[in-house]
């Protein structure tokens, strides 16, 4: 039982959609970094006087630290079994699934 508990917060780890963001948005952010470092007077000319790439970039990177922060300082895996533990588990009172027309008692 601790295996399947074990591989459930594993997958749900795996899947989880701030480990995705923070990963692209770092990934992004240090790209144009790298780009707002070497621009040209002219690119940085044509918007109007901004490194508008090193600016972008800055914020996208910071913006997927934080959200690769988020996720792994609390795990989904974690967060499921919490939630689980506070509701009870699901189907463990031998009730079954109820339809409707199913008689209360």
Do not use: C, Y
């Not at 601790?2 to 959609?17: I, P, Q, V």
């Not at 144009?32 to 044509?46: M, Q, R, T, Y």
């Not at 508008?52 to 997927?64: E, Q, R, S, T, Y």
Request: proline share 2%.
């Amino acid at each position: 039982m601790a295996d399947t508990d074990n591989r459930a917060e594993r997958a749900a780890n795996l899947f989880d959609l701030r480990r995705i963001i923070g990963g692209v948005f770092t990934a992004w952010g240090v790209l144009l970094i790298i780009l707002g470092l070497f621009d040209s007077d002219a690119e940085i000319d044509k918007a109007a006087g901004v490194h508008i790439n090193l600016w972008a970039g800055i914020g996208m990177l910071v913006f997927g630290l934080l959200m690769l922060l988020w996720a792994f300082t609390r795990p989904l895996g974690q967060e499921i079994a919490k939630s689980e533990e506070a509701s009870g588990s699901v189907g463990s009172d031998d009730e079954g699934t109820r339809r409707p027309g199913d008689s209360a008692g």
